[in-house]
């Protein structure tokens, strides 16, 4: 039998049935007539008779049609049935209804004229506009798909979320009312689909309203594997679409001894698509009310936030004397703010304001837990061939209690921190070829201030400064000129020259620097040889290369006489052996006349492994050797560059292509090859497993009076089971022969629920933490909410938070 198929033209009023399709002709003339003489029984009595008929006479009201008087209705099934006495139209067999974005597909659909309703039964399906389908064996509903009855329903979400329920009732078009409803996102299971999913939400009553985007729950009970943990008499959450609407957020807790036990019940209020407020109060049983909030603003060429938190303390003495804790009221604002000002600059600022050092740890204010943060307002802007960024900075100590030096009763930690005011940097790289090479120019300007110095002295006796008292201000230009030649057989020749110029103005009270304005300057010429040897054979394809590097310039000047703020980081390896200078910034410069020579080698597989491998050293050839003259800081010390032939350097990198990659590198004594400083590293990923492994060694330092170090770490997830992993780490100290820290750990995760579980612990004498025993413990049920719990035996405190608003 030829599908039926019918149009619906729905009207505000009525609606038109008409026919859609015409007949196929390919069938016998009989069964042609039959289909014809169905429609023309379809218009009803009155068509038959000498009356005037119209189809609107059937009546198919939509409030659907008031929005969209076009709509139409469009229905194929293999069998169409009119019952003249009760006024309906059937359409029966393999039935597909599409109207105004909704489909709906069932084994037979009924349609009453009277009341205007739809009825359908057998393996119903209807697919919503927005994605949701709902399976349910029967379901009696308005012809505009607005209001209905459904048995025995189960509703799938765009997000994979799940509603099933014994009935649910439609209304007003965005309002689903589940009776003995069960809400999970969990996936049913494929062998045993009558199994509980892993959790789930049963209530008696599940109300979904599609404007408010909310779910409501009367008498719900949360339920792991079918056992019910927790219960509530009414509790909502947003649908699974929202992404931003007020209401209350997880609650958290917390204990400590100075804080007591407390309880935060954060609010989020989404005032406007692109500024919000959250406002979380916190009771605390032993210092009373803590309040925070959070203002965030979107605006078309930025966003900024502010955070402020405070509170009138009701035991400061719980707080050991004289110390930050020990005072009425604490508080703290924080803000950042990032803007475009048009495709090329843009500018922010990241602020921080305490009553005292330590408000935010012992508080956990957000952004203020760490020992230190920095307060900075910048400006940048980048283009094809040039960056530009100016800086200033604050660094804020939050340590309450500092270092005692040998030679000092304490020290005053904030004192010792510059205040940048500011730091310029810019690059600028020509657009047109000077004697065939490129042309480009970096510039920095530092100017900063610090009220003391920051020191120590070595058990040695010997002192060495990281930022020396006064206002230090500086800048420099680097103009540097490069070309690339090949030469015959492949070989690369790179000659280069560079000229770098500095203007110093120091005032200072330390008699380590005094006070004074200076000049510096220092033009180079070099030249950089390769030449790369290629062998392939079958499945390697292998380059070896010579490396040779030499570089002709006059000594480091004033070197005694100026402080090193940025260029103290000087470790020598394999990654600035043929570095122009090696050191890290501008206020020192490698002077002397300089060769680096070595070989690269690199060899690619079929398969897709690789090998890496580098080895070289450094020869002072002429003049003053820059790492052998001690600056404040004593930089280039212990570093293997001091003498005129150097420590040897090589690393050696091994990639399978198969997740598990392998780097090697040391510093070899230049006499005797024995190993001054390595790091090995491997790491592995394949799927859920993972690993690493790390050696650290560096031999003693006398003169710093650093003795020697190695340590070995290791950290690993193991996949036991589909969902289940184990996570463990572990940081040892070779040399006292005990462990520096370690953690052990379990983790659950699956398409509806994350679970993890971390013990960790650093030893005593490796923080200065009284101890360093940590429980963390995470949890999400997706689309519900995502929690933590953290227990810290270093304050005794318990917290949780949450990022979801379902409360």
């Not at 010390?637 to 392998?662: F, H, I, K, N």
């Not at 340590?711 to 070779?734: H, K, N, P």
Request: proline letters at 4%; hydrophobic letters at 35%.
């Amino acid at each position: 039998m030829t599908p039926v198929r019918w149009n619906i033209l729905a009207t505000p009023r009525r609606a038109s049935l008409r026919v859609a399709r015409q007949l196929s002709f390919a069938r016998a003339a009989a069964p042609v007539l039959v289909f014809v003489l169905a429609f023309v029984l379809a218009l009803g009595p009155a068509a038959l008779g000498p009356a005037p008929a119209r189809a609107q006479d059937l009546d198919l009201r939509s409030r659907a049609a008031s929005e969209d008087p076009d709509s139409r209705m469009l229905v194929e099934a293999d069998q169409l049935v009119y019952d003249f006495d009760e006024r309906t139209v059937s359409a029966v067999g393999n039935v597909e209804i599409f109207y105004n974005g909704y489909t709906l597909v069932a084994d037979r659909v009924t349609y009453r004229e009277p009341s205007g309703r739809l009825l359908a039964s057998g393996h119903v399906r209807m697919t919503e506009p927005d994605g949701n389908i709902v399976h349910a064996e029967d379901i009696d509903i308005t012809d505009d798909f607005g209001e209905g009855f459904i048995e025995s329903v189960n509703v799938e979400t765009t997000d994979r979320a799940r509603f099933a329920a014994n009935s649910a009732e439609r209304r007003e078009g965005n309002v689903t009312v589940f009776r003995q409803g069960v809400y999970t996102a969990c996936e049913p299971c494929k062998d045993n689909p009558e199994r509980p999913p892993l959790w789930q939400v049963k209530a008696s009553k599940i109300i979904h309203n599609k404007q408010e985007q909310t779910v409501y729950y009367r008498n719900a009970r949360l339920e792991f594997f079918g056992v019910p943990v927790a219960y509530s008499p009414y509790f909502f959450h947003p649908d699974p679409t929202v992404k931003r609407k007020s209401g209350f957020l997880t609650p958290s807790f917390r204990n400590s001894s100075v804080l007591g036990y407390g309880v935060t019940t954060p609010y989020f209020w989404n005032l406007a698509p692109n500024y919000d407020i959250t406002f979380s109060p916190t009771v605390l049983s032993k210092q009373g009310l803590l309040a925070e909030g959070e203002w965030r603003h979107r605006l078309m060429n930025g966003a900024y936030n502010v955070r402020l938190a405070g509170i009138f303390q009701l035991d400061p003495d719980a707080f050991e004397p004289d110390r930050s804790g020990d005072r009425d009221f604490r508080g703290s604002i924080t803000t950042s703010g990032a803007f475009a000002i048009n495709s090329q600059w843009s500018w922010g600022w990241n602020l921080v304001g305490t009553t005292d050092r330590t408000f935010g740890r012992e508080y956990k204010i957000k952004g203020l837990t760490e020992d230190d943060v920095v307060n900075t307002l910048y400006l940048n802007g980048f283009s094809e061939r040039n960056w530009f960024d100016l800086r200033g900075y604050a660094f804020r100590v939050q340590r309450e209690d500092p270092y005692v030096s040998p030679d000092k009763d304490g020290i005053d930690y904030q004192a010792e921190q510059a205040v940048v005011h500011p730091v310029l940097d810019h690059n600028y790289i020509f657009d047109h070829r000077i004697l065939g090479g490129e042309i480009s120019v970096n510039n920095n300007v530092t100017s900063l201030t610090r009220t003391d110095s920051d020191y120590l002295t070595t058990p040695t006796g010997i002192t060495y400064f990281a930022g020396v008292e006064g206002t230090f201000s500086r800048a420099s230009t680097d103009v540097t000129w490069q070309r690339n030649v090949i030469g015959p057989l492949g070989q690369v020749f790179t000659p280069f020259a560079y000229l770098k110029a500095d203007i110093y103005d120091v005032q200072s009270q330390d008699p380590q620097l005094g006070s004074g304005s200076y000049t510096r300057a220092m033009p180079a010429v070099g030249l950089e040889y390769r030449w790369p040897f290629l062998a392939t054979s079958r499945g390697i394809t292998q380059t070896i290369s010579p490396v040779a590097q030499i570089i002709a310039r006059p000594n480091e000047q004033h070197i005694e006489d100026l402080p090193n703020e940025d260029a103290q980081s000087l470790v020598f390896d394999d990654t600035i052996l043929f570095s122009r200078d090696k050191f890290s910034g501008y206020d020192r410069q490698e002077g002397g006349t300089r060769a680096n020579i070595g070989f690269t080698y690199q060899a690619l597989f079929s398969n897709g492994a690789s090998v890496d491998a580098m080895f070289g050293q450094s020869f002072q050839l002429a003049g003053t050797n820059s790492f052998a003259v001690r600056d404040a800081g004593l930089t280039g010390v212990g570093s293997g560059l001091e003498s005129d032939r150097s420590d040897y350097v090589g690393r050696v990198s091994l990639d399978t292509g198969q997740g598990l990659r392998m780097t090697a590198r040391g510093r070899f004594d230049k006499d005797d090859l024995s190993l001054d400083r390595a790091e090995a590293t491997a790491s592995y990923s394949n799927g859920r497993n993972s690993g690493s492994l790390t050696y650290l060694y560096r031999t003693e330092v006398p003169l710093l009076g650093l003795g020697e170090q190695e340590e070995i770490s290791a950290a690993t997830q193991v996949a036991v089971s589909r969902y289940w992993s184990v996570l463990g780490g572990i940081t040892f100290d070779i040399d006292k022969q005990a462990r520096v820290k370690h953690a052990l750990g379990l983790a659950y995760d699956d398409e509806c629920f994350n679970l993890s579980a971390v013990y960790s612990e650093t030893r005593d004498a490796y923080t200065d933490l009284v101890s360093g025993r940590q429980v963390f413990v995470r949890f999400n049920l997706r689309t519900l909410g995502e929690s933590q719990v953290s227990v810290d035996d270093a304050t005794s405190e318990t917290n949780s938070s949450s990022n979801q608003n379902w409360f």
